[in-house]
Nanobody, 124 residues
Framework: QVQLVESGGGLVQAGGSLRLSCAASGRTSSRYAMGWFRQAPGKEREFVAAISWSGVNTHYADSVQGRFTISRDNAKNTGSLQMNSLKPEDTAVYYC?????????????????WGQGTQVTVSS
């Protein structure tokens, strides 16, 4: 199993930036894809971004394409989500997820392991 802990959330004004981090521990020697999802109050959890084990392949939701960048450092067992040009509609709890696969995974049902989430609030 892999355990995930997110950090870096907070309150930011519209147009600002935040960088979320995800620290992985446990069985990190096996190859795993990582993803970021978010859930706003009253809404379903939705896909934000994903990255393959190698980091070569990435995928983004249309709503964040060009504003968010996902990355990972396998040597440090960490993943990151750089969020720029934030909008009030980006407000949500953001979750890091992992799946033992080398390819990109983009749906909640594909992921086996989840962090506890970190709150991101964007004020207008």
């Amino acid at each position: 199993q892999v355990q995930l802990v997110e950090s870096g959330g907070g309150l930011v004004q519209a147009g600002g930036s935040l960088r979320l981090s995800c620290a992985a521990s446990g069985r990190t020697s096996s190859r795993y894809a990582m993803g970021w999802f978010r859930q706003a109050p009253g809404k379903e959890r939705e896909f934000v971004a994903a990255i393959s084990w190698s980091g070569v392949n990435t995928h983004y939701a249309d709503s964040v394409q060009g504003r968010f960048t996902i990355s990972r450092d396998n040597a440090k067992n960490t993943g990151s989500l750089q969020m720029n040009s934030l909008k009030p509609e980006d407000t949500a709890v953001y979750y890091c997820a992992a799946k033992y696969t080398i390819v990109v995974a983009t749906t909640t049902s594909q992921y086996d392991y989840w962090g506890q989430g970190t709150q991101v609030t964007v004020s207008s």
